[in-house]
Structures are given as structure tokens and as C-alpha cells.
């Protein structure tokens, strides 16, 4: 299914015989990329790379991946099974030229604290995908992560980060790698995307780690009050909707510079305000259910400055969280009580 509008097309760059490697691609953004690319671009040769869902579990008991064939149904393009920490499995990518690397595989789950095998995973394997970018003379966009920033002060800003957990500092140590070889070669195109919250089509196999916008969303149409932390009407985020991310990823190839760039709205809104959005565009009038929010540190207010991203690629969201759940609601539906596994 095309969870897509029709007029998709951001840039005057032609995808079509191009040849797009994205990995991460059975997950959520990348699923959303690939997806991007076999209808806007049908001529262009994409290959998914994605080691897929295995059942292995981290010790705070969520997926080690979350890549799910379900995300890929209706892809037409090449899909290999692999892990980016494996050399053997990436020779298998190798020698195939890439004219464009969306690097989107990481362990995205901010709540897995074991630091060697995030690091591993996240940073150890970025090494490759820069060679191979430098070798093909490819344009390499990678994730990273409003999580660079921890509880900095809103508006989270380039060059102001002070990551709190793995995950975070992950990412952070790859937009510093990025930095570091994009100043030694100077034909290396690299764009390091910082996504804040993301949500969307093709997210619900990220189980617990989804959007509060799916989940909550879940619980509304199985007839269950709404659950949130107390104050959640004084928690604000920058909520993005996956087309405006995608929009992101496509500018970001004709990027005026190298860098890291913001990808938010700009717009912090919040977690009451979601609940309020959807109970509106499903009829319904549940009371909120509030109980005390169990975490420390909690992140109260993320808002992206997105000026940088802007001026260098045209940046330019559409989706206000109204537009995008209201986009959104078809998918949520679809998804009740699907087997998450
Ligand atoms: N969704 C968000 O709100 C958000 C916010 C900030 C950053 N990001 C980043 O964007 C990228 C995509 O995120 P997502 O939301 O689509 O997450 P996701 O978990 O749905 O997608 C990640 C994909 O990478 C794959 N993967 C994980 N480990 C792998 C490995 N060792 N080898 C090969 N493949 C592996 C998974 O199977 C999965 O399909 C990630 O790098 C994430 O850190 C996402």
C-alpha cells in the first residue's frame, strides 16, 4: 500500500538509473525511503540492506532489531539480509557502485544501555560506509539524532550537545567521525540528518519503541482511555511526520555543504495535544488516564532550530501534527492488533 501523496518530488535531481543503497531499509524511515524511491523514481536500482528481526532480545528485553519483511510488502527492488557489524555480509554489497547511501541501520532504541555493542553497531560500522562512499564517489546521508543533545535548552541547536545515554553519544560520535573525514577529503559528499520525534506510516513494528502517536492512537481505538504521564499537557517535543523526514533525506542530497543538520518542525507540541489531535479525528471523548512518570532526566521540551537546514538544503516541513495524524489515522487503523512479531 501507498501511504504516500502524489506530488513527492522535492528536487530537480533525477533518481531514475541511479543506483541507492539504504540501509536500515526494513525499518521505519528506511521501509519509507525505499518506498519513496520505487514510486517516485521507478527507474532507479535500489538495494535494501537489513539484517531483519531475529527474536534476540537486549537485557531491558526489547528486539536487538526491529526490521520487519511486513514493512516491505510491495517492494519491487532488491533486498539483502545482512548485518553492518559483519565484514562477510557487507562483502556482499561491496562491489556493487552506489550513486546514493542512506544509512539508516542502527540500534534505534535510546533505552539500550550495554555501550560496547551500541557503539559497535552505530559508530564501528560507519567506518565502512565511508570508505565505500569515498571509493563509489557516492552521496552518503546518515541518521543521526536529536539524542546528541540530552536536556540541552530548547531550541536544540548544531555545536550544543551533550548526549545522555548510548544511544545519544553514538550518534554524537558519528557526526564527529563525519566531520573528521569530510575536512580530509574534500569530494566526500556526507549529511548527517538529527531527526527529533518521528512519526508515521510503517513505524508499528518498533513495538515499545514507536510513537506515542501510534500507541496512544491503539489505545483509543481499542476502546481504552488514554495513558500519560502527569503534566504531559507541560512535556513538549518536536514531532515530525515521515513525509516531511523524507523530504529531508531527499533535499539533503543537494546539500550546499557538508554537516549535520536539524530535522524537526520547529514546532514543539504536546503529548496532551496528540491525545487531543486523535480522540478529535476518531470521535471519540475518553478522559485521560495520568500516572506518574516513572524516569529521571526526562527530556520536558525538545524544538529544533532548523535555520542551518533551511538555508542548506531548503528544508521546509508541511506537516503540522494535526495534518500529519490526520494523514496518519488510515495506517493506525490498519495496524490494531496486528502480532507485533
Ligand atoms: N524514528 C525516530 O524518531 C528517529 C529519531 C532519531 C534518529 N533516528 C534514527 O533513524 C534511523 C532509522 O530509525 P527508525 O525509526 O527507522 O528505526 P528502525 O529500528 O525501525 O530501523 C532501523 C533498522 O536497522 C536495522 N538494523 C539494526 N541493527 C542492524 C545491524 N546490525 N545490521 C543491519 N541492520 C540493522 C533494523 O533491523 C531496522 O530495520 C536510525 O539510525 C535511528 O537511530 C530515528
Not at 548485518?83 to 535510546?110: C, M, P, R, V
Not at 535555520?307 to 494535526?322: A, I, W
Request: proline share 4%.
Amino acid at each position: 500500500m501507498n501511504w504516500y501523496n502524489a506530488n513527492m518530488i522535492y528536487t530537480k535531481t533525477d533518481f531514475n538509473h541511479k543506483t541507492i543503497l539504504i540501509t536500515g531499509g526494513a525499518g521505519f524511515i528506511g521501509s519509507n525511503l525505499a518506498f519513496y524511491f520505487q514510486e517516485n523514481y521507478p527507474n532507479s536500482k535500489i538495494y535494501i540492506f537489513d539484517c531483519f528481526r531475529s527474536g534476540a532480545t537486549f537485557s531491558n528485553g526489547n528486539l536487538k532489531s526491529f526490521g520487519h519483511y511486513k514493512n516491505l510488502i510491495g517492494f519491487s527492488g532488491r533486498v539483502i539480509c545482512g548485518n553492518i557489524n559483519s565484514k562477510e555480509d557487507l562483502a556482499q554489497i561491496s562491489q556493487i557502485k552506489f550513486d546514493y547511501i542512506f544509512h539508516q541501520a542502527a540500534i534505534s532504541d535510546t533505552r539500550v544501555y550495554d555501550q560496547e555493542i551500541v557503539m559497535e553497531t552505530n559508530v564501528n560500522s560507519f567506518f565502512w560506509f565511508i570508505d565505500k562512499a569515498i571509493r563509489d564517489n557516492s552521496t552518503l546521508i546518515y541518521a543521526s539524532s536529536a539524542a546528541t543533545y540530552g536536556s540541552m535548552p530548547s531550541p536544540q541547536t548544531i555545536g550544543i550537545e551533550n548526549p545522555e545515554n548510548p544511544y545519544g553519544y553514538s550518534k554524537y560520535a558519528m557526526d564527529q567521525i563525519a566531520n573528521l573525514y569530510s575536512k580530509e577529503n574534500p569530494d566526500l559528499k556526507i549529511i548527517g540528518l538529527r531527526f527529533f520525534n518521528v512519526y508515521g506510516p510503517r513505524e508499528y513494528f518498533k513495538n515499545k519503541t514507536s510513537s506515542m502517536v501510534i500507541q496512544l492512537g491503539h489505545q483509543i481505538l481499542n476502546g481504552n482511555k488514554p495513558s500519560l504521564f502527569e503534566g504531559s499537557d507541560k512535556i513538549l517535543r518536536d514531532f515530525i511526520f515521515i513525509d516531511d523526514v523524507i523530504q529531508a533525506n531527499i533535499k539533503a542530497c543537494e546539500s550546499k555543504r557538508n554537516g549535520v543538520f536539524n530535522v524537526g518542525t520547529g514546532k514543539p507540541r504536546s503529548f496532551q495535544d496528540i491525545c487531543d489531535i486523535l480522540q478529535n479525528e476518531l470521535g471519540t471523548n475518553y478522559k485521560t488516564n495520568y500516572f506518574p512518570n516513572p524516569y529521571e532526566g526526562y527530556q520536558m521540551h525538545t524544538e529544533a532550530d532548523i535555520k542551518l537546514s533551511r538555508d542548506n538544503f531548503d528544508f521546509n516541513p508541511n506537516f503540522s501534527l494535526e495534518a500529519g495524524i490526520k494523514h496518519y489515522i488510515p495506517y493506525i487503523k490498519s495496524m490494531l492488533n496486528i502480532p507485533l512479531d
